[in-house]
């Protein structure tokens, strides 16, 4: 290479990072106040840990945020899960001048109609947690299918051999349910010598786990692994207990109880293998930061997906420190991360691994 | 005779406007404009009001029944059920989901011949029906999905001149239903049915065809608020109408309507259904948390219960 290649190509480096710096600059002067905003969140269902999880999440971000000035109201509204309830509660954001709406969709469909309404009256629509099908809003995908396929990766590694699994599904019909049940399937096509014996509906419900778990023990070969959908990682246990049973591979959900079996099987059986992994319900917090960019007028791709969080043994102790008694294992996404997120859909990278909670607690 | 018009004579005195119901809904929508004056436009009453006219529909058909003395309780699903259909079927096959519909409307009227043949209790019957109303919606549709034709959603999305479209649903839904129970000739004779069935059958009516008459009566309603419902959310969803079991018997109630005796207000339950679905939208507009909705609902029935049996009793 000679001396005006060399000073070519510096050049054009210097051009790049100047642009480069330009557009970051630009970005950044672009952004207008949302001070006198009003953004609002619409929830179908309140009834577990994991969405007053999700619920508490919003709120201290949100009255921060009004506290700090960024924004100037939010409301939560929770639907008693019912779509036309949830529609209801939307048109009324809507009449009511909200700038933007988080909604956290019951249905992939019912709740279309009124989410249009919305984008039609000029309000930003963002749909996190669940999916839905309208195109004219904003879309946080959780990662529903890799924790499924991560789960069967697990599963496979650490059955040697042929072995039978139990899967514990969650809520029937919803998006989540589905995509965890596709993911670990599709996971499990490398591991064909695994083979699903049984599966039941938990509802994401401890007590309904390990009752419908309870009630299929019985007519199941022996069980090695258990793939759950969180929620019913306990539950399960109990029943597998109550029968008389061995504690197989059983998946946590990352819940404070699920944690802390966890931790007791592993004291009364230090070779005890699992690991845990779920969403996490402070997307909310996310979806808050993402509605915000957006009425501040930051570009933001249509559709961003949100890893979850998962626990490996090394962590379980830490993690239990720091997750109060009913409530979950809680990463926070904060507003610095949710600009990294959203860069990094900008520019077609891979979403940032989830923050771990640690640096901030320790 | 003189012991029919002694029976029915209750009847006639709880006719006419519903008095506590048309001001219970006239001090919510004063309230409502007090508190968000937006909400009181043409444009911000066609949002809020968007889900009324399924509701109204629901609780129509939840007053034929309850003219009976009968109560459904699988309206909610068999508007889920029409809602799968139509959103499967109404764009691709119109002819064939108009059938389904019809079927399912006579499916309503054998429920009731059945009830009155068979003398059983219509609070079993309707459950029972529910489960099938609701396995038939999952069979056809096991996740939400499907759509609704243009024409459908247009119509769901009209601005009609003057008022918006689900007050002009409203009006005219309470006209007709209040003339066909109070004023035709054969809505009397159903009342009767309600009242005093003895007497229908010695005056020559057929005690089986009416009720039949009344619950395809509230088939058809049914399917009238299934497709609206799918209007408005443009898909189908098996569970999505659940609710409407109970909202249209708080709706009926609420409205003046009584649970025996044929004693019934058709305009009391639209305005019936108005107060169901403006409580919710009182309730977001004030910082009380939406957790509260469905106990201020079942507040505001205790109340209209409470005060009606007070008025009842000064009378």
Known sequence: ?362 | MLRLSARIAPALRGAGLPFLPVLALTIMVIGMGIMQPRATSYIGLQLILRFVPPMIFAALAQLCVITASDIDFGIGPFISLVNCIAATLLSSHPALCFLLLAAGVAAYGAMGAFIQIRRLPSIVVTLGASFIWLGLALLIMPTPAGSAPDWLVALAHWRAPYLPLPILVGVLAAIFSQWFFRMSSYGVVLRGLGSAPPFLRDAGWSLVVARSALYALAGLFGVISGLMLTALISSGDANVGTPYTLLSVAAVIVGGSSFTGGVISPIGAVVGAFIMLLTGVLLSFTPISSDWQLSVQGLLLLLVLGLRALSRRHA
């Not at chain 1, 921060?64 to 929770?78: L, P, R, S």
């Not at chain 1, 007590?207 to 299929?216: C, D, L, R, S």
């Open chain 1, 1 to 362: 290479m000679n001396v005006p290649q060399v000073k070519c190509v510096a050049t054009m480096v210097a051009a790049v990072l100047l642009i480069a710096a330009g557009l970051t600059h630009a970005g950044a002067a672009e952004q207008k106040s949302t001070a006198h905003m009003k953004i609002a969140l619409s929830n179908f269902y309140a009834g577990n840990s994991w969405r007053q999880a999700l619920l508490k999440s919003w709120s201290d971000t949100a009255s921060q945020a009004m506290k700090d000035h960024i924004i100037g109201e939010t409301k939560i509204v929770n639907a008693d899960n019912s779509a036309i309830q949830q529609s209801s509660q939307i048109e009324s954001l809507i009449v009511e001048g909200y700038n933007a709406i988080v909604v956290d969709p019951i249905s992939t469909t019912a709740i279309n109609g009124a989410m249009e309404d919305a984008c039609n009256a000029g309000v930003i629509v963002v749909v996190f947690n669940e999916t839905a099908t309208v195109s004219c809003a904003y879309h946080i995908i959780t990662d529903y299918v890799e924790d499924g396929r991560l789960q069967a990766k697990f599963l496979g590694e650490h059955l040697k051999g042929p072995a039978n699994i139990l899967e514990i599904r969650g809520v029937a019909g919803t998006s989540a349910d589905v995509d965890m049940h596709n993911g670990l399937a599709d996971g499990l096509k490398t591991y064909p010598n695994i083979k699903i014996v049984g599966a039941v509906y938990g509802n994401w419900t401890q007590t309904v786990a390990q009752k419908e778990v309870a009630g299929i023990l019985p007519s199941l070969p022996p069980v090695q692994g258990v793939a759950t959908q969180g929620g019913d990682g306990w539950g399960a246990y109990q029943a597998f207990n109550a029968a008389g049973r061995p504690a197989p591979i059983i998946v946590m959900g990352n819940r404070q109880d699920e944690l802390a079996l966890w931790k007791t099987l592993v004291e009364k059986d230090p070779n005890y293998q699992t690991f845990s992994v779920s969403s996490t319900p402070s997307s909310s917090e996310v979806a808050f930061w993402v509605a915000q960019q957006i009425l501040a007028g930051r570009h933001v791709p249509k559709t961003m997906n949100l890893p979850v969080t998962t626990i490996y043994k090394n962590d379980l102790d830490a993690w239990l420190k720091i997750t109060p008694v009913g409530s979950l294992a809680l990463t926070l996404f904060d507003q610095s991360w949710t600009e990294t997120l959203i860069e990094a859909a900008n520019t077609g990278k891979p979403a940032p691994d989830a923050p771990s909670p640690f640096l901030s607690a320790q």
